[in-house]
């Protein structure tokens, strides 16, 4: 046995929090995707805002394997999160968009890397696109976390369906900023690091972004960048001035760009597994 691996007996609970709204033709991709990994202690909770789709039939289909689900009126996103988040009993939480899937086992690769490294409080991994077939598009190969490089770039490079989260992140730290709607990762991910929260990398793909007509990085994209701004002034230092925030930008961007054509992010990709997201 590896070191920190797991046995089938003593794997942690982890608790799987899907937001949903109106993602009804992609949602049971989602959840099999969660179900399919066959984790004993999996805690699958979906999070609606009130479908007017299929959404629902597709949560009742599936009743018996969900531990909770609820389809009412929400505030957005952060919201619903933060409700599944109250009801979450797992050591680890994992944040699932409901039209995303998870990859690669991802549960079992999640509970054997913090089993191996307790320092660890958030876990990362690179992760794929893909279109709203299925169809492979690209890869997201990323260095690790580094708050100045988050914060200077203005990018949110990891995304929450490669990532998990102890929940003693959560307990410290608080959940999602509801006032956010469309860069709230961003804004958590910038107040883990802030707080001096842990975090680690693997090279693996345990997640499928899905680019869509109807997703967020679509439709929002201006709103995304927006709030980005708004955030870098909230973190940014106060006796950074107009000259040195530009210089800092440039200097970290160039950091990523660097570290990312080192470990190959940048170099012809097919996945070596078969995507049916």
């Known amino acids: 046995m590896s070191r920190g691996e797991n046995t089938m007996n003593d794997l942690p609970r982890i608790s799987v929090i899907v937001p949903s709204f109106n993602q009804g033709r992609f949602i049971e991709k989602t959840l099999r995707s969660v179900i399919d990994q066959g984790y004993p202690?999996?805690?699958?909770?979906?999070?609606?805002?009130?479908?007017?789709?299929?959404?629902?039939?597709?949560?009742?289909?599936?009743?018996?394997q969900l531990t909770y689900w609820v389809s009412e009126k929400d505030r957005g996103q952060s919201h619903a999160f933060n409700k599944g988040l109250a009801r979450a009993t797992g050591n680890i939480v994992g944040w699932l968009n409901s039209d995303d899937v998870y990859l690669n086992r991802s549960l079992f690769q999640a509970a054997d890397y913090f089993a191996a490294y307790p320092e660890i409080d958030i876990v990362f991994s690179d992760y794929i696109y893909v279109d709203g077939t299925g169809r492979y598009l690209k890869r997201r190969k990323e260095p690790p976390f580094s708050y100045n490089i988050y914060l200077w770039s203005g990018d949110c490079y990891h995304a929450n369906?490669?990532?998990?989260?102890?929940?003693?992140?959560?307990?410290k730290n608080g959940g999602l900023d509801e006032s956010l709607h469309y860069s709230m990762d961003y804004e958590f991910y910038l107040r883990a690091g802030k707080a001096g929260m842990k975090f680690g990398h693997v090279r693996e793909?345990?997640?499928?972004?899905?680019?869509?007509?109807?997703?967020?990085?679509?439709?929002?994209?201006?709103?995304?960048?927006?709030?980005a701004r708004i955030l870098l002034a909230r973190y940014q230092p106060s006796d950074v001035g107009p000259c040195g925030a530009r210089l800092r930008?440039?200097?970290?961007?160039?950091?990523?760009?660097?570290?990312?054509?080192?470990?190959?992010?940048?170099?012809?990709?097919r996945p070596n597994y078969p995507v049916n997201a």
């Open 249 to 269: 930008k440039a200097w970290f961007r160039s950091q990523r760009i660097a570290q990312k054509a080192m470990i190959g992010s940048y170099l012809p990709y």
């Open 161 to 171: 369906i490669a990532g998990f989260f102890r929940r003693r992140v959560f307990e």
């Open 205 to 227: 793909y345990w997640g499928a972004y899905r680019f869509h007509s109807a997703s967020k990085s679509i439709t929002a994209y201006g709103r995304m960048l927006a709030d």
């Open 41 to 64: 202690n999996v805690e699958l909770m979906v999070i609606d805002g009130g479908s007017t789709d299929e959404t629902v039939d597709v949560l009742k289909k599936y009743n018996d």
